[in-house]
């Protein structure tokens, strides 16, 4: 049977002044982290200064969107939903949701890809979310 | 400066209810207070140093003018339930320095009564950095301990089984307990049958949603000497908060390996010493964890630590939360961190119930963690002895 991944609604998040290129990349369709260039370090969530040597060199870059599952829970009490954590092929490791596929089926080390979400609902539309979701490993 | 005898823990009260619908939070604040204070001797005119967290409304401002209190040092230090332990350290400190000689520690609240439980989402506040990040996937109390029980399990091969010896070990101390909210024993297999709440947590990995509240009164060695109480001092403490760090989280740790080796060289022991400990259990992975990132035991072998009862008091090597914790007992405010004091001064004591106390109980360890095992907590740890 499993237990297939259904819509969910999803809070709309905040639009802080310093994120809004990420928030507009997502609209596209786009993953943006940023990254260092005193340190060369990539980090997640996104800020003005770098949290590994603050130098205020820190430039948005887009993501691959592919990385892998580094854990994840199941969410069994009310309708399912799986929180996550993926480590992107670029370092960070960022919260996330698993999405379009059997919430069984999940596993820890899984190649996912990203795909995005809008929160919020029809009456109210909300920021695109970036989740993630298996990829076909044939 | 150190606060290794800087100052004793002098009154101890944690509420009796479980569930109070007809009380306010300040109330339930005002009652601890008043609770403590006699159990120490003291009277609200001796209190000259105030400490509460985020469960106090309205802050120290409100809390000093509800309590009547006149007062010349304030602390409301909030890192969620281990909030309380540190606030012991800071009292310690404050009255190192002169600050204040008689602290009064506070914490309370309703969550039952007001339906609030560790399923449903977080609340959110405006401008906080991280959240826009977090708060459109779903992040609970629950869901966030698994996801570091998961990996966990992953790495160092921790089972479910395991997981739930913590638990058993809980109900065992909380039958013995007049006011827990939970009192039957149960078995590892009772654990494994409760449904599932988050992977791979079950409902009985949880710990309970209740009311109730505690206070602590924290005071200068000269008042404490000329108190008709046990005497405990305040050895050693640590804290310390953990966050994503930018990407490069491990969930597999807690900051407890921070603020435990601190506590430890401050006390001059070492976890081998330590009789009875309280170790914050909001799930049961949250203690397995802790017990690793102490020196409990080695990191990864927390699994085989806490099995086989290893954690019942007269049965094991290491008694722990033998009131039965937040799994049984309670978690005032969704925060159990002055709960864990308040036990482990009644060990030090002598004063727990018989079929549970510690003998000998000489040196104690307290740790919490507050806040989310998967995004941001707080640690704090303490260590109290019995002069």
């Known amino acids: 049977m499993g237990t297939i991944y259904q819509d969910r609604i999803m809070t709309i998040p905040e639009v802080h002044p310093e994120h809004k290129e990420y928030w507009d990349a997502a609209v596209e369709g786009k993953l943006l982290i940023k990254k260092c260039a005193s340190c060369g370090e990539f980090h997640y969530y996104p800020r003005v200064i770098c949290p590994h040597c603050h130098s205020d060199k820190t430039s948005w870059f887009e993501a691959k969107g592919t990385g892998h599952i580094y854990t994840y829970s199941v969410m069994r009490h009310g ?60 | 400066m150190s606060i290794k005898g800087a100052a004793y823990i002098a009154g101890a009260f944690e509420h009796p209810l479980r569930k109070a619908p007809d009380l306010s939070v300040a109330a339930i604040h005002a009652e601890c207070a008043r609770g403590a204070l006699a159990d120490a001797g003291l009277t609200f005119g001796d209190v000259d140093g105030y400490f509460c967290a985020g469960d106090a409304p309205g802050g120290v401002l409100s809390m000093v003018e509800y309590l009547g209190l006149k007062v010349r040092h304030l602390d409301g230090t909030d890192i969620g339930g281990s909030s309380y332990i540190a606030h012991v350290s ?60 998961m990996r966990h399990m992953h790495d160092y091969g921790t089972t479910s089984e395991q997981l739930a010896w913590i638990k058993v070990a809980a109900s065992h101390h909380a039958q013995y307990n007049p006011n827990a909210m939970l009192r039957d ?65 491990n969930l597999t740790y ?32 949250t203690v397995l964890m802790q017990l690793e990132d102490l020196g409990f035991c080695e990191k990864g072998q927390g699994g085989k630590f806490v099995a086989d009862g290893n954690l019942i008091s007269g049965v094991g090597k290491l008694p722990i939360n033998t009131d039965g914790g937040g799994l049984n007992n309670n978690h005032p405010a969704s925060r159990g961190g002055i709960v864990k004091v308040i036990e482990a001064v009644r060990q030090l004591r002598g004063e727990t119930n018989p079929e549970v106390q510690v003998k000998n109980c000489d040196l104690a360890l307290v740790h919490g963690t507050g806040g989310g095992l998967s995004s941001r907590h707080g640690s704090a740890t303490l260590i109290l002895e019995r002069v």
């Open chain 2, 185 to 249: 024993v149960v078995t590892v297999e009772e654990v494994l049958a409760s449904p599932m709440i988050a992977d791979p947590l079950h409902r009985l990995d949880c710990c309970v949603v209740s009311d109730g509240g505690g206070a602590l009164v924290v005071v200068h060695p000269d008042i404490a000497k000329n108190l008709n109480r046990p005497l405990v001092r305040v050895m050693g403490a640590g804290e310390a908060p953990k966050g994503l760090q930018g990407g490069k989280t």
């Open chain 1, 79 to 138: 309708k399912p939903y799986a929180i996550a954590f993926v480590e992107l092929d670029e370092g960070p490791r960022m919260m996330t949701n698993i999405v379009d596929c059997d919430l069984d089926e999940i596993r820890i080390d899984q190649k996912v890809k990203v795909v995005f979400k809008q929160s919020g609902n029809q009456e109210n539309p909300g920021s695109f979310i970036a989740c993630f979701t298996p990829i076909e490993s044939d």
């Open chain 2, 254 to 285: 807690s900051g407890a390996v921070w603020s435990g080796p601190k506590a430890f060289e401050e006390a001059g022991v070492t976890p081998q010493d330590i009789k009875y400990a309280s170790i914050y259990d909001s799930f049961t992975i």
């Open chain 2, 90 to 149: 800071h009292a310690a400190q404050a009255i190192a320095a002169g600050k204040c000689r008689v602290a009064l520690i506070t914490m309370g609240g309703r969550p039952r009564s007001e339906g609030r439980s560790g399923v449903k989402q977080k609340i959110v506040a405006a401008n906080v950095p991280d959240t826009p990040f977090e708060i459109p996937y779903g992040p609970t109390a629950v869901n966030e301990y698994a996801m570091a029980a």
